[in-house]
Protein backbone atom coordinates (compact mmCIF):
# COMPACT_ATOMS: atom_id res chain seq x y z
CA UNK A 1 0.00 0.00 0.00
CA UNK A 2 1.20 3.13 -0.71
CA UNK A 3 2.10 5.92 1.59
CA UNK A 4 -0.58 8.51 0.32
CA UNK A 5 -3.18 5.69 0.39
CA UNK A 6 -2.16 5.23 4.23
CA UNK A 7 -2.52 8.60 4.86
CA UNK A 8 -5.83 8.77 3.68
CA UNK A 9 -6.76 5.67 5.61
CA UNK A 10 -5.30 6.89 8.59
CA UNK A 11 -7.53 10.39 8.50
CA UNK A 12 -10.60 8.41 7.60
CA UNK A 13 -10.12 6.23 10.60
CA UNK A 14 -9.92 9.67 12.35
CA UNK A 15 -13.22 10.89 11.37
CA UNK A 16 -14.61 7.52 12.00
CA UNK A 17 -13.47 7.78 15.30
CA UNK A 18 -14.18 11.28 15.56
CA UNK A 19 -17.80 10.87 14.44
CA UNK A 20 -18.75 7.40 16.32
CA UNK A 21 -16.36 6.77 18.90
CA UNK A 22 -17.27 10.16 20.67
CA UNK A 23 -13.85 12.19 21.87
CA UNK A 24 -10.92 10.87 19.77
CA UNK A 25 -8.66 11.61 22.95
CA UNK A 26 -11.03 9.34 24.93
CA UNK A 27 -11.29 6.57 22.58
CA UNK A 28 -7.56 6.09 22.47
CA UNK A 29 -6.71 6.56 26.18
CA UNK A 30 -6.02 3.76 28.63
CA UNK A 31 -8.58 2.55 31.01
CA UNK A 32 -9.54 5.11 33.73
CA UNK A 33 -10.34 5.19 37.20
CA UNK A 34 -14.62 5.47 38.11
CA UNK A 35 -15.42 8.95 38.16
CA UNK A 36 -15.47 10.91 41.19
CA UNK A 37 -18.61 12.16 43.06
CA UNK A 38 -20.25 15.35 42.26
CA UNK A 39 -20.06 18.67 44.58
CA UNK A 40 -23.07 18.92 46.22
CA UNK A 41 -22.98 22.27 44.93
CA UNK A 42 -22.77 21.96 41.11
CA UNK A 43 -25.16 20.44 39.06
CA UNK A 44 -26.36 17.31 38.76
CA UNK A 45 -23.75 16.34 35.85
CA UNK A 46 -20.90 17.65 37.08
CA UNK A 47 -19.12 14.83 37.84
CA UNK A 48 -19.10 13.87 34.17
CA UNK A 49 -17.85 16.81 33.22
CA UNK A 50 -14.66 16.82 34.82
CA UNK A 51 -12.50 14.76 32.50
CA UNK A 52 -9.87 12.01 33.54
CA UNK A 53 -6.89 13.09 32.15
CA UNK A 54 -5.86 16.89 31.50
CA UNK A 55 -5.84 16.24 27.56
CA UNK A 56 -7.34 18.55 25.25
CA UNK A 57 -9.31 18.03 21.73
CA UNK A 58 -10.27 21.36 20.86
CA UNK A 59 -11.70 19.45 17.15
CA UNK A 60 -13.47 17.23 19.36
CA UNK A 61 -14.95 19.54 21.13
CA UNK A 62 -15.80 22.00 18.71
CA UNK A 63 -17.65 19.09 16.68
CA UNK A 64 -19.58 18.18 19.87
CA UNK A 65 -20.40 22.11 20.07
CA UNK A 66 -21.82 22.40 16.55
CA UNK A 67 -23.82 19.22 16.88
CA UNK A 68 -25.51 21.18 20.03
CA UNK A 69 -25.94 24.54 18.44
CA UNK A 70 -27.76 22.44 15.10
CA UNK A 71 -29.83 20.56 18.07
CA UNK A 72 -30.40 23.93 19.44
CA UNK A 73 -31.63 25.80 16.82
CA UNK A 74 -33.75 22.97 15.52
CA UNK A 75 -35.68 23.28 19.15
CA UNK A 76 -34.15 19.53 20.20
CA UNK A 77 -32.85 21.22 23.50
CA UNK A 78 -32.18 18.39 25.59
CA UNK A 79 -30.00 16.80 22.49
CA UNK A 80 -28.34 20.08 22.75
CA UNK A 81 -27.44 19.89 26.07
CA UNK A 82 -26.09 16.44 26.06
CA UNK A 83 -24.01 17.81 23.26
CA UNK A 84 -22.46 20.64 25.11
CA UNK A 85 -21.96 18.41 28.02
CA UNK A 86 -19.86 16.24 25.83
CA UNK A 87 -18.08 18.86 24.61
CA UNK A 88 -16.58 20.01 27.75
CA UNK A 89 -15.60 16.72 28.29
CA UNK A 90 -13.34 17.29 25.41
CA UNK A 91 -11.71 20.81 26.54
CA UNK A 92 -13.41 21.67 29.95
CA UNK A 93 -12.14 24.76 29.57
CA UNK A 94 -13.55 25.59 26.89
CA UNK A 95 -15.18 28.89 27.66
CA UNK A 96 -17.58 29.40 24.26
CA UNK A 97 -18.85 25.83 24.82
CA UNK A 98 -20.26 27.11 28.95
CA UNK A 99 -21.50 30.38 27.54
CA UNK A 100 -23.78 28.45 25.15
CA UNK A 101 -24.52 25.84 27.91
CA UNK A 102 -25.44 28.35 30.26
CA UNK A 103 -28.21 30.37 27.84
CA UNK A 104 -29.90 27.11 26.83
CA UNK A 105 -29.97 26.28 30.99
CA UNK A 106 -31.88 29.82 31.33
CA UNK A 107 -33.92 29.33 28.53
CA UNK A 108 -34.78 25.92 30.20
CA UNK A 109 -35.57 27.89 33.70
CA UNK A 110 -32.42 26.00 35.21
CA UNK A 111 -31.09 29.18 36.83
CA UNK A 112 -29.10 27.81 39.42
CA UNK A 113 -27.09 25.41 37.18
CA UNK A 114 -26.48 28.41 34.72
CA UNK A 115 -24.96 29.79 37.21
CA UNK A 116 -22.42 27.29 38.16
CA UNK A 117 -21.22 27.57 34.47
CA UNK A 118 -21.09 30.89 34.55
CA UNK A 119 -19.04 31.28 37.27
CA UNK A 120 -17.04 28.92 36.24
CA UNK A 121 -16.01 31.18 33.12
CA UNK A 122 -15.30 33.70 35.50
CA UNK A 123 -13.48 31.63 37.09
CA UNK A 124 -11.20 31.16 34.17
CA UNK A 125 -11.16 34.53 32.90
CA UNK A 126 -11.96 37.20 35.54
CA UNK A 127 -12.05 39.93 33.12
CA UNK A 128 -14.81 38.59 31.10
CA UNK A 129 -17.32 41.04 31.46
CA UNK A 130 -20.36 39.88 29.00
CA UNK A 131 -20.07 36.37 31.52
CA UNK A 132 -20.25 38.67 34.25
CA UNK A 133 -23.09 40.79 33.06
CA UNK A 134 -24.59 37.28 32.82
CA UNK A 135 -24.13 35.99 35.82
CA UNK A 136 -25.65 39.06 37.45
CA UNK A 137 -28.89 38.90 35.36
CA UNK A 138 -29.50 35.60 36.19
CA UNK A 139 -29.36 36.63 39.99
CA UNK A 140 -31.80 38.94 38.81
CA UNK A 141 -33.89 36.47 37.46
CA UNK A 142 -33.63 34.58 40.67
CA UNK A 143 -34.99 37.51 42.51
CA UNK A 144 -31.63 38.02 44.04
CA UNK A 145 -30.56 41.77 43.15
CA UNK A 146 -28.31 42.14 46.70
CA UNK A 147 -26.18 39.48 44.87
CA UNK A 148 -26.92 40.79 41.29
CA UNK A 149 -25.74 44.60 42.73
CA UNK A 150 -22.58 43.06 43.93
CA UNK A 151 -21.74 41.60 40.40
CA UNK A 152 -22.61 45.01 38.91
CA UNK A 153 -20.08 46.70 41.49
CA UNK A 154 -17.57 44.18 40.56
CA UNK A 155 -18.10 45.19 36.67
CA UNK A 156 -17.49 48.77 37.55
CA UNK A 157 -14.23 48.31 39.82
CA UNK A 158 -12.85 46.42 36.10
CA UNK A 159 -14.52 49.04 33.74
CA UNK A 160 -14.84 52.29 36.01
CA UNK A 161 -17.54 53.79 33.05
CA UNK A 162 -19.83 50.57 32.17
CA UNK A 163 -22.90 52.10 31.08
CA UNK A 164 -25.11 48.83 31.49
CA UNK A 165 -23.42 48.17 34.88
CA UNK A 166 -24.13 51.88 36.32
CA UNK A 167 -27.81 51.89 34.74
CA UNK A 168 -28.91 48.41 36.30
CA UNK A 169 -26.99 48.88 39.74
CA UNK A 170 -29.14 52.50 39.90
CA UNK A 171 -32.47 50.87 39.05
CA UNK A 172 -31.91 48.10 41.23
CA UNK A 173 -30.67 50.89 44.19
CA UNK A 174 -33.83 52.87 42.54
CA UNK A 175 -36.19 50.18 43.30
CA UNK A 176 -34.97 49.53 47.48
CA UNK A 177 -33.99 51.61 50.26
CA UNK A 178 -31.39 53.10 48.41
CA UNK A 179 -32.57 55.55 46.23
CA UNK A 180 -30.00 58.21 46.90
CA UNK A 181 -26.79 56.50 45.77
CA UNK A 182 -29.08 55.36 42.47
CA UNK A 183 -29.86 58.88 42.51
CA UNK A 184 -25.85 59.70 42.51
CA UNK A 185 -24.82 56.80 39.65
CA UNK A 186 -27.93 57.97 37.39
CA UNK A 187 -26.74 61.52 37.60
CA UNK A 188 -23.16 60.41 36.93
CA UNK A 189 -23.99 58.10 34.01
CA UNK A 190 -25.76 61.01 32.12
CA UNK A 191 -23.07 63.41 32.63
CA UNK A 192 -20.63 60.51 31.17
CA UNK A 193 -22.66 59.62 28.66
CA UNK A 194 -25.34 62.65 27.70
CA UNK A 195 -26.88 60.56 24.59
CA UNK A 196 -27.54 57.59 26.74
CA UNK A 197 -31.27 57.41 26.36
CA UNK A 198 -31.84 54.54 29.40
CA UNK A 199 -29.80 56.49 31.57
CA UNK A 200 -32.21 59.67 30.85
CA UNK A 201 -35.41 57.56 31.04
CA UNK A 202 -34.68 55.61 34.22
CA UNK A 203 -33.18 58.88 36.19
CA UNK A 204 -36.95 60.26 34.74
CA UNK A 205 -38.52 57.65 36.76
CA UNK A 206 -35.94 58.26 39.86
CA UNK A 207 -36.78 61.60 40.01
CA UNK A 208 -40.49 60.89 39.88
CA UNK A 209 -40.36 58.62 42.88
CA UNK A 210 -38.52 60.90 45.03
CA UNK A 211 -41.36 63.36 43.98
CA UNK A 212 -38.91 65.60 42.61
CA UNK A 213 -41.44 66.96 39.14
CA UNK A 214 -39.53 69.50 37.81
CA UNK A 215 -36.33 67.39 37.49
CA UNK A 216 -38.10 64.20 36.46
CA UNK A 217 -39.88 66.60 33.31
CA UNK A 218 -36.45 67.52 32.28
CA UNK A 219 -35.09 64.00 32.36
CA UNK A 220 -38.43 62.50 30.33
CA UNK A 221 -38.31 65.26 27.72
CA UNK A 222 -34.67 64.48 27.00
CA UNK A 223 -35.60 60.56 27.38
CA UNK A 224 -37.66 61.76 24.55
CA UNK A 225 -35.87 64.02 22.42
CA UNK A 226 -33.05 61.05 22.19
CA UNK A 227 -35.55 58.25 21.25
CA UNK A 228 -39.76 58.97 20.37
CA UNK A 229 -41.67 56.79 20.64
CA UNK A 230 -45.77 56.72 21.30
CA UNK A 231 -45.43 54.70 24.39
CA UNK A 232 -42.89 57.22 25.92
CA UNK A 233 -45.04 59.96 25.05
CA UNK A 234 -47.66 58.49 26.48
CA UNK A 235 -46.03 57.98 30.24
CA UNK A 236 -44.84 61.68 29.63
CA UNK A 237 -48.43 62.97 29.24
CA UNK A 238 -49.34 61.31 31.95
CA UNK A 239 -47.01 62.56 34.14
CA UNK A 240 -47.83 66.22 33.06
CA UNK A 241 -51.92 65.49 33.71
CA UNK A 242 -50.74 64.05 37.04
CA UNK A 243 -49.18 67.83 37.80
CA UNK A 244 -51.80 69.56 36.30
CA UNK A 245 -49.80 70.65 33.24
CA UNK A 246 -52.54 69.87 30.83
CA UNK A 247 -51.80 71.97 28.18
CA UNK A 248 -48.33 70.35 27.69
CA UNK A 249 -50.09 67.01 27.70
CA UNK A 250 -52.53 68.17 25.77
CA UNK A 251 -50.07 69.20 22.85
CA UNK A 252 -48.17 65.62 23.78
CA UNK A 253 -51.11 63.88 22.68
CA UNK A 254 -51.57 65.89 19.60
CA UNK A 255 -47.89 65.87 18.57
CA UNK A 256 -48.51 61.86 18.87
CA UNK A 257 -51.38 62.57 16.36
CA UNK A 258 -49.61 63.93 14.49
CA UNK A 259 -47.15 61.76 13.55
CA UNK A 260 -49.52 58.83 13.62
CA UNK A 261 -53.39 59.68 12.78
CA UNK A 262 -53.81 56.08 12.95
CA UNK A 263 -52.73 56.09 16.40
CA UNK A 264 -55.97 55.15 18.32
CA UNK A 265 -54.50 54.92 21.79
CA UNK A 266 -53.22 58.60 21.14
CA UNK A 267 -56.37 60.04 19.66
CA UNK A 268 -58.50 57.99 22.76
CA UNK A 269 -56.17 59.42 25.17
CA UNK A 270 -56.74 63.37 23.91
CA UNK A 271 -60.29 63.03 23.75
CA UNK A 272 -60.87 61.45 27.61
CA UNK A 273 -58.38 64.54 28.29
CA UNK A 274 -60.53 66.96 26.66
CA UNK A 275 -63.74 65.76 28.24
CA UNK A 276 -61.73 65.98 31.45
CA UNK A 277 -60.94 69.36 31.21
CA UNK A 278 -64.95 70.57 30.18
CA UNK A 279 -63.81 70.84 26.56
CA UNK A 280 -66.62 68.58 25.36
CA UNK A 281 -66.72 69.50 21.53
CA UNK A 282 -63.02 69.71 21.21
CA UNK A 283 -63.91 65.88 22.72
CA UNK A 284 -66.03 64.85 20.18
CA UNK A 285 -64.42 65.83 17.26
CA UNK A 286 -61.33 64.05 18.42
CA UNK A 287 -63.80 61.05 18.24
CA UNK A 288 -65.22 61.96 14.98
CA UNK A 289 -61.24 61.72 13.71
CA UNK A 290 -61.17 58.83 15.35
CA UNK A 291 -63.70 57.03 13.32
CA UNK A 292 -62.04 57.03 10.41
CA UNK A 293 -58.83 54.52 11.45
CA UNK A 294 -60.65 52.62 14.37
CA UNK A 295 -61.94 49.26 13.63
CA UNK A 296 -64.72 49.15 15.85
CA UNK A 297 -66.44 52.16 14.72
CA UNK A 298 -69.50 51.14 16.73
CA UNK A 299 -67.20 51.03 20.13
CA UNK A 300 -66.46 55.23 18.74
CA UNK A 301 -70.13 55.99 18.27
CA UNK A 302 -71.48 54.60 21.50
CA UNK A 303 -68.83 56.46 23.31
CA UNK A 304 -70.05 59.95 21.71
CA UNK A 305 -73.52 58.71 22.08
CA UNK A 306 -72.70 58.58 26.05
CA UNK A 307 -71.29 62.22 25.70
CA UNK A 308 -73.99 63.47 24.53
CA UNK A 309 -76.47 61.89 27.13
CA UNK A 310 -74.56 63.46 29.89
CA UNK A 311 -75.18 66.71 27.65
CA UNK A 312 -78.77 66.53 27.83
CA UNK A 313 -78.18 66.33 23.80
CA UNK A 314 -80.52 63.96 23.58
CA UNK A 315 -81.73 64.30 19.56
CA UNK A 316 -77.86 63.78 18.75
CA UNK A 317 -77.82 60.84 20.57
CA UNK A 318 -80.84 59.21 19.57
CA UNK A 319 -79.27 59.67 15.71
CA UNK A 320 -75.89 58.16 16.95
CA UNK A 321 -77.62 55.43 18.71
CA UNK A 322 -80.09 54.61 15.95
CA UNK A 323 -77.33 54.06 13.80
CA UNK A 324 -75.62 51.59 15.60
CA UNK A 325 -78.47 49.44 16.59
CA UNK A 326 -79.47 49.28 12.90
CA UNK A 327 -75.85 47.72 12.27
CA UNK A 328 -75.89 45.46 15.10
CA UNK A 329 -79.60 45.23 16.33
CA UNK A 330 -78.65 42.52 19.34
CA UNK A 331 -76.37 45.39 20.97
CA UNK A 332 -78.05 45.74 24.06
CA UNK A 333 -75.79 48.54 25.31
CA UNK A 334 -77.31 50.61 23.05
CA UNK A 335 -80.62 49.20 23.76
CA UNK A 336 -80.39 50.18 27.08
CA UNK A 337 -79.07 53.74 26.31
CA UNK A 338 -81.42 54.44 23.41
CA UNK A 339 -84.20 53.66 26.16
CA UNK A 340 -82.47 56.52 28.22
CA UNK A 341 -82.73 59.00 25.74
CA UNK A 342 -86.60 58.30 25.02
CA UNK A 343 -87.39 58.80 28.07
CA UNK A 344 -85.20 61.80 28.89
CA UNK A 345 -87.25 63.50 25.86
CA UNK A 346 -90.61 62.55 26.69
CA UNK A 347 -91.21 59.67 24.07
CA UNK A 348 -92.48 57.11 26.97
CA UNK A 349 -94.22 54.85 24.35
CA UNK A 350 -90.68 54.14 22.46
CA UNK A 351 -88.62 54.10 25.41
CA UNK A 352 -91.26 51.04 26.72
CA UNK A 353 -91.28 49.69 23.15
CA UNK A 354 -87.66 49.23 23.20
CA UNK A 355 -87.82 48.15 26.89
CA UNK A 356 -90.37 45.59 26.15
CA UNK A 357 -88.03 44.10 23.80
CA UNK A 358 -85.43 43.44 25.75
CA UNK A 359 -85.29 39.34 27.44
CA UNK A 360 -83.68 38.07 30.18
CA UNK A 361 -79.66 36.70 29.48
CA UNK A 362 -79.65 40.47 27.77
CA UNK A 363 -77.24 43.22 28.25
CA UNK A 364 -78.79 45.28 30.76
CA UNK A 365 -81.95 43.31 31.58
CA UNK A 366 -82.13 43.77 35.38
CA UNK A 367 -82.12 48.02 34.66
CA UNK A 368 -84.82 47.29 31.72
CA UNK A 369 -87.10 45.79 34.37
CA UNK A 370 -86.54 48.52 36.73
CA UNK A 371 -86.56 51.24 34.01
CA UNK A 372 -90.24 50.04 32.88
CA UNK A 373 -91.22 50.06 35.94
CA UNK A 374 -90.43 53.69 37.05
CA UNK A 375 -91.96 54.59 33.21
CA UNK A 376 -95.43 52.69 34.58
CA UNK A 377 -95.02 54.20 37.88
CA UNK A 378 -94.93 57.24 36.47
CA UNK A 379 -97.03 57.35 33.97
CA UNK A 380 -99.70 56.51 36.64
CA UNK A 381 -99.77 52.99 35.63
CA UNK A 382 -99.46 51.55 38.89
CA UNK A 383 -101.00 48.08 38.01
CA UNK A 384 -98.44 47.79 34.79
CA UNK A 385 -95.60 48.43 37.27
CA UNK A 386 -96.74 45.65 39.69
CA UNK A 387 -96.76 43.25 36.55
CA UNK A 388 -93.53 44.34 35.17
CA UNK A 389 -91.99 43.37 38.29
CA UNK A 390 -94.22 40.06 38.89
CA UNK A 391 -93.66 39.15 35.68
CA UNK A 392 -89.25 38.82 36.39
CA UNK A 393 -89.77 38.01 39.98
CA UNK A 394 -91.73 34.89 38.81
CA UNK A 395 -88.56 33.68 36.08
CA UNK A 396 -86.42 31.69 38.58
CA UNK A 397 -83.39 32.03 36.49
CA UNK A 398 -83.17 35.48 36.33
CA UNK A 399 -84.61 37.02 39.68
CA UNK A 400 -82.80 39.85 40.94
CA UNK A 401 -82.87 41.24 44.67
CA UNK A 402 -83.74 44.95 43.02
CA UNK A 403 -86.76 43.45 41.65
CA UNK A 404 -88.08 43.07 45.22
CA UNK A 405 -86.86 45.93 46.74
CA UNK A 406 -88.40 47.99 44.08
CA UNK A 407 -91.70 46.86 44.11
CA UNK A 408 -91.82 46.84 48.14
CA UNK A 409 -90.74 50.46 47.94
CA UNK A 410 -93.50 51.05 45.02
CA UNK A 411 -96.15 49.41 48.19
CA UNK A 412 -94.73 52.58 50.33
CA UNK A 413 -95.66 55.39 47.97
CA UNK A 414 -99.14 53.01 46.88
CA UNK A 415 -99.76 53.78 50.70
CA UNK A 416 -99.23 50.04 51.55
CA UNK A 417 -96.67 49.74 53.03
CA UNK A 418 -97.83 45.87 54.74
CA UNK A 419 -97.68 44.62 50.70
CA UNK A 420 -93.78 45.62 50.58
CA UNK A 421 -93.67 43.13 53.80
CA UNK A 422 -94.69 40.27 52.16
CA UNK A 423 -92.75 41.33 49.21
CA UNK A 424 -89.78 40.69 51.48
CA UNK A 425 -90.73 37.54 53.26
CA UNK A 426 -91.50 36.55 49.17
CA UNK A 427 -87.72 37.66 48.72
CA UNK A 428 -86.50 35.36 51.95
CA UNK A 429 -88.34 32.20 50.61
CA UNK A 430 -87.73 32.58 46.72
CA UNK A 431 -84.26 33.76 47.02
CA UNK A 432 -83.38 32.27 50.14
CA UNK A 433 -81.90 33.48 53.72
CA UNK A 434 -79.50 35.43 52.26
CA UNK A 435 -77.21 38.36 53.64
CA UNK A 436 -78.15 40.84 51.28
CA UNK A 437 -82.05 40.23 51.42
CA UNK A 438 -82.37 40.85 55.27
CA UNK A 439 -79.92 43.69 55.06
CA UNK A 440 -82.39 45.06 52.57
CA UNK A 441 -85.34 43.96 54.88
CA UNK A 442 -83.76 45.92 57.06
CA UNK A 443 -83.55 49.20 55.64
CA UNK A 444 -87.14 48.75 54.64
CA UNK A 445 -87.68 48.68 58.02
CA UNK A 446 -86.01 51.48 58.72
CA UNK A 447 -87.44 53.43 56.25
CA UNK A 448 -91.44 52.89 57.18
CA UNK A 449 -90.47 53.58 61.45
CA UNK A 450 -90.04 50.24 62.50
CA UNK A 451 -86.61 50.71 64.16
CA UNK A 452 -87.10 47.64 66.54
CA UNK A 453 -87.53 45.67 63.58
CA UNK A 454 -84.56 47.02 61.27
CA UNK A 455 -82.13 46.09 64.14
CA UNK A 456 -83.08 42.62 64.56
CA UNK A 457 -82.77 42.15 61.02
CA UNK A 458 -79.50 43.78 60.69
CA UNK A 459 -78.64 41.52 64.24
CA UNK A 460 -79.59 38.04 61.25
CA UNK A 461 -77.05 39.78 58.70
CA UNK A 462 -74.49 39.94 61.20
CA UNK A 463 -75.19 36.63 62.41
CA UNK A 464 -75.02 35.22 58.75
CA UNK A 465 -71.84 37.44 57.26
CA UNK A 466 -70.12 39.38 60.51
CA UNK A 467 -67.79 41.49 58.41
CA UNK A 468 -70.68 42.96 56.48
CA UNK A 469 -69.30 47.08 57.68
CA UNK A 470 -72.60 48.20 56.79
CA UNK A 471 -74.97 45.94 59.16
CA UNK A 472 -71.92 46.35 61.34
CA UNK A 473 -72.02 50.16 61.57
CA UNK A 474 -76.20 50.48 61.32
CA UNK A 475 -76.19 48.30 65.05
CA UNK A 476 -73.86 49.77 66.80
CA UNK A 477 -74.21 53.67 65.62
CA UNK A 478 -78.24 53.02 67.03
CA UNK A 479 -76.94 52.06 70.18
CA UNK A 480 -74.69 54.61 70.72
CA UNK A 481 -77.26 56.82 69.70
CA UNK A 482 -79.58 55.45 72.26
CA UNK A 483 -76.59 55.00 74.52
CA UNK A 484 -76.67 51.44 74.81
CA UNK A 485 -74.46 48.64 74.64
CA UNK A 486 -71.72 51.28 73.90
CA UNK A 487 -68.50 48.70 74.55
CA UNK A 488 -69.89 46.32 71.61
CA UNK A 489 -70.87 49.50 69.89
CA UNK A 490 -67.53 50.67 69.88
CA UNK A 491 -66.44 47.17 68.76
CA UNK A 492 -69.24 46.78 66.22
CA UNK A 493 -68.11 50.52 64.90
CA UNK A 494 -64.03 49.75 64.67
CA UNK A 495 -64.38 46.61 62.76
CA UNK A 496 -66.28 48.47 60.70
CA UNK A 497 -64.00 51.28 60.11
CA UNK A 498 -61.10 48.30 59.80
CA UNK A 499 -62.94 47.14 56.43
CA UNK A 500 -63.92 50.60 55.28
CA UNK A 501 -61.87 52.98 56.57
CA UNK A 502 -62.33 55.81 54.17
CA UNK A 503 -66.02 55.42 54.88
CA UNK A 504 -67.18 59.03 56.76
CA UNK A 505 -69.94 58.16 57.93
CA UNK A 506 -68.76 55.19 59.40
CA UNK A 507 -65.88 57.40 60.79
CA UNK A 508 -68.74 59.59 62.25
CA UNK A 509 -70.21 56.26 63.94
CA UNK A 510 -66.87 55.84 65.71
CA UNK A 511 -66.63 59.27 66.74
CA UNK A 512 -69.97 59.10 67.71
CA UNK A 513 -69.55 56.29 70.00
CA UNK A 514 -66.08 57.67 71.69
CA UNK A 515 -68.57 60.81 72.35
CA UNK A 516 -70.99 58.68 74.20
CA UNK A 517 -68.25 56.77 75.87
CA UNK A 518 -66.97 60.23 77.08
CA UNK A 519 -63.66 60.37 75.09
CA UNK A 520 -63.95 64.00 73.79
CA UNK A 521 -60.50 63.88 72.32
CA UNK A 522 -60.60 60.47 70.46
CA UNK A 523 -64.23 61.72 69.35
CA UNK A 524 -62.75 65.08 68.38
CA UNK A 525 -60.33 62.79 66.10
CA UNK A 526 -62.44 60.93 64.44
CA UNK A 527 -65.33 63.53 63.82
CA UNK A 528 -63.00 65.38 62.22
CA UNK A 529 -61.82 62.94 60.12
CA UNK A 530 -65.06 61.93 59.40
CA UNK A 531 -65.89 65.15 58.00
CA UNK A 532 -62.72 65.25 55.33
CA UNK A 533 -64.09 62.42 54.19
CA UNK A 534 -67.76 63.36 53.81
CA UNK A 535 -68.06 66.97 54.17
CA UNK A 536 -71.59 67.24 53.01
CA UNK A 537 -73.97 65.41 55.72
CA UNK A 538 -75.35 67.81 58.12
CA UNK A 539 -75.64 65.09 61.24
CA UNK A 540 -71.52 64.80 60.78
CA UNK A 541 -71.11 68.40 61.29
CA UNK A 542 -73.60 68.50 64.22
CA UNK A 543 -71.56 66.11 66.05
CA UNK A 544 -68.44 67.71 65.57
CA UNK A 545 -70.04 70.88 66.95
CA UNK A 546 -71.15 69.10 69.89
CA UNK A 547 -66.98 67.32 70.42
CA UNK A 548 -65.90 71.14 70.19
CA UNK A 549 -68.74 72.24 72.49
CA UNK A 550 -67.91 69.50 75.09
CA UNK A 551 -63.34 70.74 74.16
CA UNK A 552 -64.70 74.07 74.85
CA UNK A 553 -64.02 74.81 71.63
CA UNK A 554 -66.81 77.53 71.12
CA UNK A 555 -65.69 79.18 68.06
CA UNK A 556 -65.02 75.91 66.11
CA UNK A 557 -68.50 74.59 67.42
CA UNK A 558 -70.21 77.60 66.25
CA UNK A 559 -68.83 77.00 63.07
CA UNK A 560 -69.70 73.21 63.13
CA UNK A 561 -73.15 73.83 63.61
CA UNK A 562 -73.89 76.52 61.69
CA UNK A 563 -72.51 74.42 58.49
CA UNK A 564 -74.89 72.05 59.60
CA UNK A 565 -77.66 74.38 59.41
CA UNK A 566 -76.51 75.59 56.10
CA UNK A 567 -76.42 71.66 54.94
CA UNK A 568 -79.37 71.06 55.81
CA UNK A 569 -81.31 73.71 53.99
CA UNK A 570 -84.66 74.93 53.77
CA UNK A 571 -86.22 71.56 53.13
CA UNK A 572 -84.27 69.68 56.13
CA UNK A 573 -85.09 67.49 58.54
CA UNK A 574 -87.31 70.12 61.14
CA UNK A 575 -86.45 67.93 64.31
CA UNK A 576 -82.43 68.37 63.52
CA UNK A 577 -82.92 72.19 62.47
CA UNK A 578 -84.56 72.52 65.28
CA UNK A 579 -81.92 70.68 67.52
CA UNK A 580 -79.14 72.61 66.36
CA UNK A 581 -80.72 75.79 66.51
CA UNK A 582 -81.28 75.53 70.45
CA UNK A 583 -77.36 74.50 70.71
CA UNK A 584 -75.99 77.19 68.98
CA UNK A 585 -78.51 79.69 71.56
CA UNK A 586 -77.43 77.82 74.41
CA UNK A 587 -73.91 78.44 73.69
CA UNK A 588 -74.35 82.14 73.44
CA UNK A 589 -76.49 81.64 76.93
CA UNK A 590 -73.32 79.74 78.28
CA UNK A 591 -70.35 81.62 76.78
CA UNK A 592 -71.70 84.85 75.92
CA UNK A 593 -71.06 84.40 71.87
Not at 421 to 441: C, D, I, W
Not at 522 to 534: K, M, N, P, S, T
Request: charged share 25%; glycine share 6%; net charge negative.
Amino acid sequence: MGVTKRLLLAALLAVFLLTFGGCASRAVAPKEPAPSPAPATGPRYAAELEPYEEAVDPACAYFQFAWGKSAELGGRLDEARYAYQQALLCDRKAVYVMRRLALLLLQQQEREEAIYWVRRIIAIDPADLAARSLLAKLYTALDDPDRAAVVYREILSLDPGNANAMLMLGVIYGSSDRRQEAHEILEQLVTQRPDYFLGHYYLARLYHDLGLLEQALAAYERALALNWSAALAQELAAVYQAAGLYEESLALYRRMVAKDPADERARSLLADLYLRLERVEEALDELAALRSYSRDVDRVDLTMARILLDEQRYEEAVSLLRGILADEPRLDAVRSLLVLAYYRLGKIEAARSLLEEIRPGDYGYEEAVLMLARIYHGSDQPAAAQAALERAMADPDHRYLSFYVTLALLHVEWHDAGQGLAVFQRALSELGPEPEVYFEYAVYLDRIGDKAGAMAKMQRVIALDPHDPHALNYVGYTWADQGDNLEQAREYIEEAVRLKPQNGAIRDSLGWVYYRLGKYHRALEELELAVQLLDDDPVIHDHLGDAYRQLGHVDEAQAAYRRALELLGPEGDPELRHLIESKLEKLVVDWGR
